[in-house]
């Protein structure tokens, strides 16, 4: 069982780049600053007790609401990851500091400085006499995520305050969350009881088993209602206690817990932490739920269904899938991950984080997103995710609660692109990541900016030339196309260029890439009487783009003389000498005229002699 909820847990927050906004001075702090770095969620059977110095790192969600969450009336503080799904109101009835991810007086499992402790995917509301304080006195303080607005006063002790990011990307990598505790809450309430369970005089009392398994109990929620004591009985040590809670309507102000004889809700208790991390209260059913009272409640709550409000101080974690309203007088929750795992543990997993360095380091703005693949194996099918991360340094929390012996791929794609800047090949250490029970592995991501020059682009600019012995019956303001092609991000790009025959230059496209190769053709030449166009000349006949160069390309156009074709004469039509004056007749037009005339005298001869003969 613990490996199915292990299997449902991928949990941690990270910020990815959107509007950053400043955040307010502070106004209040925990009392006492932690020492860096700190060592990863303690053991089952250490955990500490009620204290006021941060000492255990946890990435796990602390309090998880599936819709708004409000804090209010003198409520005081949210220690750990706090994920919200809907909007999340601070307004405290008189004023005053809520302070989130670290506490004044808690446990001291806190997520690491500088990784995101508020994540709300709508808006973000503080209250005008309310302010909100993000991982005081933690080194990198924490960050604030929102998918939507931030409005009133933060202090996030040096991180950031991220908005408008959307739901999800706000949530990630916990934006399934409710899926999560509706499957873990599923999976533990199909559990069937080892233990029994009795009501009596206002006492419920729960008697575990023999043996080194999970103690399961199974109540009645409205049974509950008339109880104001908690005792657990023959609980063997050490091992996780799970209490199925059935019911529509949950109501529940306990103000006593014994574990075999011993008082565990006093914070004089040596027992307190080791109590609170071994007790979880599944409420399977109930769509409303009320912890009431003023005392410390013990162990961890899930809730998938309910709309629930606290008035009491909780002590683990706090998982319900509607609204959350803590509205008591100065209570608090304490961040006690559960000893039985899966999305309410500590678990293992990974964290990471971004280096740029370079020579273009300073190139790169701090809210620059890079991402950050993993996948790794779980019973038998292959998970795979994104991390998002910022070129800030910020601490980027992956899944957590994966099984012991987990190996996890990482990989950087889709590099940001930034002016000025050439990525060098990424660093990853490690690379490959194994998971270990009750280990977060801190994985690192080099990336080397090179500077590149400031004006790595240039252009070119075209003009027209003209020879030979036509040239001079070709007009200055004499149009010619060229026609310019070259590619440009692995596309094509054409345009055309007009140039005039008085050489005057034209410039083309400018704030080309270095090193783009730009090809030039002449089309449709102009007609001109008594010109004849040569083959067109380019010098250079390509171009390859400079640095901060502008090219001239000369197009040469040599104009010959058209050759003339003579005008076809009409036989019919005599021709008329140059200045009107008529010649003589030569040749064999004269000689054809005279023929006819010969003949017509000799013909007119041979009739008169006839005629004489006939009258002799």
């Not at 008085?502 to 496209?509: E, I, L, M, N, S």
């Amino acid at each position: 069982m613990r490996t199915a909820i292990a299997a449902a847990s991928a949990t941690g927050l990270a910020l990815i780049g959107a509007v950053a906004l400043g955040a307010a001075p502070a106004t209040a702090a925990p009392a006492a600053t932690a020492a860096a770095p700190m060592p990863f969620c303690p053991p089952s059977g250490e955990m500490p007790g009620i204290g006021n110095v941060p000492a255990y790192t946890d990435s796990n969600v602390a309090v998880f609401a599936g819709g708004d969450y409000l804090a209010t009336g003198t409520s005081a503080e949210s220690e750990g990851l706090l994920l919200v799904e809907g909007n999340a109101r601070f307004d405290k009835a008189n004023g005053g500091v809520f302070n989130v991810g670290t506490v004044g007086v808690g446990s001291g499992i806190v997520p690491p400085g500088g990784s995101t402790m508020l994540a709300v995917g709508g808006d973000i509301t503080v209250g005008p006499t309310t302010s909100v304080h993000v991982g005081a006195n933690l080194d990198g303080g924490g960050a604030v995520a929102a998918g939507g607005a931030a409005n009133g006063s933060f202090d996030t002790n040096g991180a950031t305050l991220t908005v408008d990011l959307g739901r999800a990307a706000a949530m990630a990598p916990n934006e399934d969350f409710q899926s999560i505790v509706d499957d873990t809450s599923a999976s533990l309430g199909a559990s069937p009881a080892t233990g029994t369970t009795d009501i009596a005089f206002g006492r419920v009392t729960f008697t575990g088993t023999a043996g080194d398994a999970m103690q399961v109990f199974e109540v009645d929620g409205a049974a509950l209602a008339t109880t104001f004591e908690v005792f657990f009985e023959s609980i063997p040590a050490d091992v996780p206690i799970l209490i199925n809670v059935t019911g529509s309507d949950v109501s529940f102000a306990p103000n006593y817990f014994s574990l075999n004889g011993e008082r565990v809700d006093a914070f004089s208790s040596p027992n307190f932490g080791n109590a609170a991390s071994r007790i979880l209260w599944n409420v399977t059913d109930a769509t409303s739920l009320l912890i009431g009272g003023s005392s410390q409640f013990m162990g961890s709550v899930l809730a998938p269904m309910a709309t629930t409000e606290v008035t009491a101080s909780t002590n683990g974690r706090m998982h319900v899938g509607g609204d959350l309203t803590y509205s008591g007088l100065g209570n608090e929750h304490h961040n006690y991950p559960w000893t039985g795992g899966g999305s309410l543990g500590c678990g293992g997993g990974f964290s990471a984080a971004k280096l740029v360095t370079g020579s273009g380091a300073t190139l790169v703005p701090g809210d620059t997103v890079f991402t950050l693949a993993y996948d790794y194996e779980l019973d038998g099918r292959t998970v795979t995710g994104t991390l998002p991360l910022r070129a800030d340094g910020t601490v980027a929390n992956g899944p957590q609660g994966l099984p012991d012996g987990t190996v996890v791929h990482l990989d950087e794609i889709d590099l940001p692109t930034i002016p000025g800047v050439q990525w060098g090949p990424a660093t990853i250490s490690p690379e490959v990541v194994t998971i270990a029970a009750g280990e977060v592995v801190h994985v690192t991501v080099t990336n080397t900016a090179n500077a590149t020059a400031p004006n790595a682009v240039g252009g070119f600019s075209v003009s027209k030339a003209l020879g030979g012995e036509a040239s001079a019956l070709v007009p200055d303001d004499t149009a010619y196309t060229v026609q310019y092609r070259y590619e440009l991000d692995g596309e094509p790009v054409t345009g055309t260029l007009t140039v005039r025959a008085d050489g005057v230059a034209v410039d083309g496209p400018e704030g080309l890439p270095v090193g783009t190769v730009v090809e030039f053709t002449e089309i449709d030449l102009p007609e001109i009487d008594g010109v004849e166009w040569g083959t067109p000349v380019f010098s250079p006949d390509t171009v390859t783009i400079a640095d901060g160069a502008s090219t001239l390309v000369t197009v040469t156009n040599t104009a010959t003389d058209a050759p003339v074709v003579p005008t076809p004469i009409d036989p019919a039509t005599p021709e008329t000498p140059k200045g009107g004056a008529d010649l003589a007749s030569t040749g064999v037009q004269a000689l054809v005229p005279a023929l006819v005339a010969a003949l017509l005298v000799a013909a007119g001869i041979t009739a008169v002699v006839v005629r004489r003969r006939r009258t002799a």
